[in-house]
C-alpha cells in the first residue's frame, strides 16, 4: 500500500502564505515534489526535491515557494510565500518509487483571491 496524502490547502489572499505537506507511506521515493493543474489547463511541475536533497523549481515559483524534504518523517513540504492568483489550482503530491513507479496523492486546491 503505497500512499501519498495531503493537507493544507485552502483559501488565501492575494500576497499571502500556505503550507502544504504530504505524508507518504508504503514505499521509499527516489523523488517527491509537487505538480499543480488549473481549470482548462495541463498539470505542471512545482518544484521537487530527491532524496538527496537535489531540488528543481519552475520558473514561475523560483524565490516564491520552497520545498523540503524530511527522509525521517517521510514528509514533503511546500511553502508557498506571496502568493498570486495565478497559483490557483488543485495541488498534488507526487512520489517516484526506486522501482520507476509514479504515485499521486489526492489533490487538495489552493485558491488565492485578487
Known amino acids: 500500500q503505497v500512499q501519498l496524502m495531503e493537507s493544507g490547502g485552502g483559501l488565501v489572499q492575494a500576497g499571502g502564505s500556505l503550507r502544504l505537506s504530504c505524508a507518504a507511506s508504503g514505499t521509499i521515493f527516489s523523488v517527491m515534489g509537487w505538480y499543480r493543474q488549473a481549470p482548462g489547463k495541463q498539470r505542471e511541475l512545482v518544484a521537487t526535491i530527491t532524496s538527496g536533497e537535489n531540488v528543481v523549481y519552475a520558473g514561475s515559483v523560483k524565490g516564491r515557494f520552497t520545498i523540503s524534504r524530511d527522509n525521517a518523517k517521510n514528509t514533503v513540504t511546500l511553502q508557498m510565500n506571496s502568493l498570486k492568483p495565478e497559483d490557483t489550482a488543485v495541488y498534488y503530491c507526487?512520489?517516484?518509487?526506486?522501482?520507476?513507479?509514479?504515485?499521486w496523492g489526492q489533490g487538495t486546491q489552493v485558491t488565492v483571491s485578487s
Open positions: 507526487y512520489g517516484r518509487s526506486w522501482t520507476n513507479t509514479n504515485y
